[in-house]
């Protein structure tokens, strides 16, 4: 499903990612693990067009992009296909629930409006906000806020969804409502790339876990070997840091 090659990308004279190559099959959970600063993040938003890597190349399906030299049109096309939830959830603080999951719809994919608004209904009734959907981001805790983030990202259909840290700003008690609906919809069969801290949800949902350090893929494999047989001494590190 995506492919990507030897991105490299660098803010001014530090080099951030260092050539990483990820292959992500229909309906894989791929969790991202490693320390802090270590490019996990942009990672993600180089594969979804929100920085531009210096360099490197991606397949999403059929289409071959060079990720540094993407035409606007490429992009367009691409970002149709993923979708992004942020760890501060980027809603419109103006606008509500079920005007924050329509937005993209209608104006990003000219979707009609009453459509569009059937769409909104269904996913939020899935992330159990259905009472929501006309509060406004401030009425809503930080967890309902994600779940608006996580419907919004559902609403595009896309064939992969990149979770940013989706839990890491929410108060403690409010991290089990979001990761409920994350391990929910990975059932369902969404393909999901997930940087996150939740080593439970990694344990429990991904199928392939890959631990990145210093802007590189170190390692990677299925939840029980990283968890239970790291090979490499930097994932030893880490894992013993945060277990
Ligand atoms: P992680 O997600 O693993 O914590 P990031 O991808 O957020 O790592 O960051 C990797 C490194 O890149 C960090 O040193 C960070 O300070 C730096 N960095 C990230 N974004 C920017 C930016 N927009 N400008 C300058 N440096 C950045």
Redesign the pocket.
């Known amino acids: 499903m995506l492919a990507i090659n030897n991105i490299h990308k660098c ?2 004279k ?1 080099e ?2 260092k050539g990483v190559d990820l292959t992500i099959d229909k309906g894989d959970v791929v969790v991202i693990l ?10 993600l ?1 180089c594969i979804n067009f929100l ?1 531009q890597a210096d360099q490197g190349e991606a397949r999403f399906g059929d289409e071959q992009v060079n990720l540094s030299t993407a035409s606007k049109k490429q992009i367009y096309s691409l970002r149709q296909k993923t979708a992004f939830v942020f760890q501060n959830y980027n809603l419109f603080n103006n606008k509500t629930a079920l005007e924050n999951v329509t937005e993209g719809l209608i104006i990003g994919r000219k979707v009609p409006k009453a459509t569009a608004v059937q769409i909104a209904k269904a996913e939020l009734d899935k992330v159990g906000l259905s009472d929501k959907y006309d509060a406004y981001p401030s009425q809503l805790s930080g967890g309902q806020q994600q779940r608006v983030g996580i419907a919004r990202a559902l609403a595009l259909n896309p064939d992969i969804i990149l979770f ?2 989706p839990t890491s700003a929410l108060d403690p008690e409010l991290v089990g409502e979001v990761l409920s609906v994350m391990k929910t919809i990975a059932r369902e069969g969404t393909t999901m790339l997930v ?1 996150t801290h939740e080593m439970s949800f990694a344990k429990e949902v991904a199928n392939r876990v890959i631990f ?1 350090d210093g ?1 590189m893929i170190v390692e990677e494999g299925t939840p029980k070997e990283i968890f239970e047989h790291p090979k490499e001494e930097r994932t030893q590190q880490f894992l013993k840091r945060v277990l």
């Open positions: 803010f001014g530090q951030v990612l490693g320390p802090s600063g270590s490019g996990k993040t942009t990672l938003r920085e940013d840290e940087v990145m802007g």
